[in-house]
C-alpha cells in the first residue's frame, strides 16, 4: 500500500513539474515577443515563478493562475520589472515598468 501511495505521489509531482514547465516556456515565448513589439530587449533570458493560486476560469472549472516576473531595459543602463499573469497555459496579461525611452 505505501508502495503504491509513493508511486502516485511521484506521478502527481512529475506531472506538476512537467506542466509547470510547459507554463513557464509560454510565459518566456510571450515575454520575447511582446518585449520586440515594444522595442525593447529582455534581459536574463529567463522569467521567474513569482506566484501559483488556483483560480476559476470563465466556465467555473480551476486552473494554475500564474505569475512571472522578469526585466528588461529600453536605453541598456537600466533595468526595469515586468509582469506576466497566466491562467492554464493562457497568457492573460503582461505589464512592463514605466521606462525611458
Known amino acids: ?3 503504491l501511495l509513493l508511486i502516485s505521489a511521484l506521478l ?3 506531472w506538476y513539474w512537467s506542466n509547470a514547465m510547459k507554463a513557464r516556456e509560454i510565459a518566456y515565448a ?3 515577443i511582446h518585449c520586440k513589439k ?3 530587449q ?3 533570458e529567463y522569467v521567474a515563478l513569482n ?3 488556483l483560480k476559476r476560469n470563465e466556465q467555473g472549472k480551476f486552473m ?3 505569475s512571472y516576473q522578469f526585466e528588461f531595459t529600453s536605453t541598456g543602463e537600466e533595468r526595469y520589472h515586468g509582469k506576466i499573469i497566466m491562467l492554464g497555459r493562457q497568457v492573460i496579461n503582461i505589464q512592463l515598468d514605466a521606462y525611458r525611452i
Open 64 to 66: 494554475g493562475w500564474r
Open 1 to 3: 500500500m505505501i508502495d
Open 38 to 40: 515594444m522595442e525593447v
Open 12 to 14: 502527481l509531482l512529475g
Open 30 to 32: 510571450a515575454a520575447v
Open 51 to 53: 506566484g501559483f493560486w
Open 42 to 44: 529582455l534581459l536574463d
